[in-house]
């Protein structure tokens, strides 16, 4: 009998620190089922964001940075839950809420590899040239699920209740990995897309990874320490 590697997570497994608990989400499942479709993604690339008073070091990269607003509601909400934001107008991106009671965090899903509902991943994803491109960025991770801005912000992943014709569940490697690897932010201005924040996390090699850029400004901060 071959054991599973998966366990249902829970709100407890994440109110630790965003920065904390991101590693544990490499090699986890997602899975969504909107309108009937059902679409499975082991997600490969993470990073984390803390909303203010959350933890030691101020991020000025988050949604949260400046305290709750009606578009950051969800991030100061019950861990587990997923903020689901719109990127430059287009792209829907998913978030796993996380942190301890009272602050905010939420851990942005940059990347994974579609392991169940290819086909309506791809239909979702046409421009998507090849498998591994499907859920390669955050953007084309929430094309790919198909949860979207403003309907299924807040969905539950570990109760799995339905929002808006979806529904979401989550779970993590019962080993998690012995490898990570970590560094700067993708695309963050500022200090926030430096080393000072190595809070992006992936799995070494894996190629569904998304590629490194530097946001404004940021490298030249990186070049001047």
Not at 103 to 132: S, Y
Request: charge should be positive; aromatic fraction near 6%.
């Amino acid at each position: 009998m071959v054991r599973d590697r998966w366990r249902a997570a829970t709100r407890g497994d994440l109110r630790g620190l965003p920065a904390d608990v991101a590693p544990s989400l490499l090699g986890a499942r997602l899975t969504t089922v909107v309108e009937g479709e059902k679409v499975v993604v082991r997600l490969t690339e993470v990073e984390a964001y803390h909303g203010r008073g959350t933890g030691a070091l101020p991020d000025p990269g988050s949604h949260a940075r400046m305290g709750p607003t009606a578009r950051n509601a969800t991030m100061w909400g019950e861990p587990g839950h997923l903020y689901v934001y719109l990127s430059h107008g287009i792209h829907s991106c998913v978030n796993v809420v996380c942190g301890p009671d009272g602050v905010a965090g939420g851990i942005l899903l940059r990347a994974g590899q579609v392991i169940e509902g290819t086909d309506a991943a791809t239909r979702r994803r046409p421009a998507a040239r090849t498998p591994r491109d499907l859920a390669r960025g955050p953007g084309r991770l929430g094309d790919a699920v198909g949860l979207r801005h403003p309907f299924h912000d807040g969905i539950d992943a570990i109760t799995g209740l339905p929002r808006h014709g979806a529904k979401a569940r989550l779970e993590l490697l019962i080993d998690p990995l012995a490898e990570v690897a970590s560094g700067p932010r993708v695309g963050v201005a500022g200090v926030a897309g430096t080393a000072a924040f190595p809070w992006r996390y992936w799995i070494p090699g894996d190629p569904t990874v998304s590629p490194f850029r530097w946001g404004r400004g940021a490298r030249e901060l990186s070049e001047a320490t």
